[in-house]
């Protein structure tokens, strides 16, 4: 499957993105496909931020972004979404899509087997 990020952007702290990914390919409609967001910083590893099954209402988030961060999809048009509220500097990274099946619980980048590329977040103080 290939995966297509875009929606990146400069914000200042408080603001509001939404990110795309867009799939193509291989994709699945089994009920452990999912499809998911990491994120990377500069000097750090690459984070969870949420993640969502293709079929039903499971979705995971990171402690760090509930309440501010919600993932959606559009099985249809085969794209999830993350929409992103009450932007920090802390959230400035690169943000990757990746999707993934075969786990309970897909919160850890070995979870998932298709990555698309980066987009950049950045949140000015």
């Known amino acids: 499957v290939q995966l297509q990020a875009s929606g990146g952007g400069s914000v200042q702290a408080g603001g509001s993105l939404r990110l795309s990914c867009a799939a193509s390919?291989?994709?699945?409609?089994?009920?452990?496909?999912?499809m998911g967001w990491f994120r990377q910083a500069p000097g750090k590893d690459r984070e969870f931020v949420a993640s969502?099954?293709?079929?039903?209402?499971?979705?995971y988030y990171a402690d760090s972004v509930k309440g501010r961060f919600t993932i959606s999809r559009d099985n249809a048009k085969n794209t999830v979404f993350l929409q992103m509220y009450g932007l920090k500097p802390e959230d400035t990274a690169v943000y990757y899509c990746?999707?993934?099946?075969?786990?309970?619980?897909?919160?850890?980048?070995?979870?998932?087997?298709?990555w698309g590329q980066g987009t950049q977040v950045t949140v000015s103080s």
């Open positions: 990746a999707a993934g099946s075969g786990v309970p619980s897909p919160t850890a980048p070995s979870d998932f087997g298709s």
């Open positions: 969502t099954r293709w079929r039903g209402d499971n979705t």
């Open positions: 390919g291989r994709t699945s409609d089994s009920y452990y496909y999912y």
